[in-house]
């Protein structure tokens, strides 16, 4: 393996600190922003494995935190475990992930919830067209076809 230029390696590092000062990162996301810089992938290599070794990028706990935040939103399991593929986490991460929170989550409440919430503020409509739009938009956040469907049946 070639040493890499101190210089170039120096400027990785610092874009690399800026891009996780905004947010947590998954590393694919930052080896993909550095690459994107045109940063040799040597360098890549020997940034990312310092900022593992500095515990600064970890998928496993990238993960629990992405999850947490999209669960406020409020978006379903299922759009969140495509969000977190994308973002390149490992699939036992995830389901590792998703298990944890399935402990103390129920999706037909959130949905319920999330369905009164719409209901209320389209209240002026009519009432199928309003159960169609929030039908939708609940299935677009990725909450299941079957909770989003009992929850229907209940408004």
């Known amino acids: 393996m070639k040493k890499s230029n101190p210089d170039i390696l120096t400027k990785a590092k610092k874009y690399a600190f800026l891009l996780l000062k905004s947010r947590p990162r998954s590393e694919k996301e930052l080896r993909e922003r550095l690459e994107i810089k045109k940063i040799d992938s040597t360098i890549i290599k020997e940034v990312i494995g310092l900022l593992k070794a500095g515990k600064l990028i970890d998928d496993a706990q990238f993960a629990k935190l ?4 999209r669960l406020e939103k409020p978006f379903g399991l299922g759009k969140i475990q495509e969000e977190l593929k994308l973002k390149g986490i490992r699939e036992a991460i995830i389901e590792k992930q998703l298990n944890e929170i399935r402990q ?5 409440e959130v949905v319920l919830e999330t369905a009164k919430e719409k209901l209320a503020k389209d209240s002026g409509q009519d ?3 309003a159960k169609r739009k929030i039908y939708s938009y609940l299935l677009r956040n990725g909450f299941s076809e079957d909770k989003v469907r009992e929850c229907m049946d209940k408004l």
């Open 66 to 69: 992405w999850i947490a935040q």
């Open 104 to 108: 103390g989550y129920s999706e037909e």
């Open 127 to 129: 009432l199928l067209k």
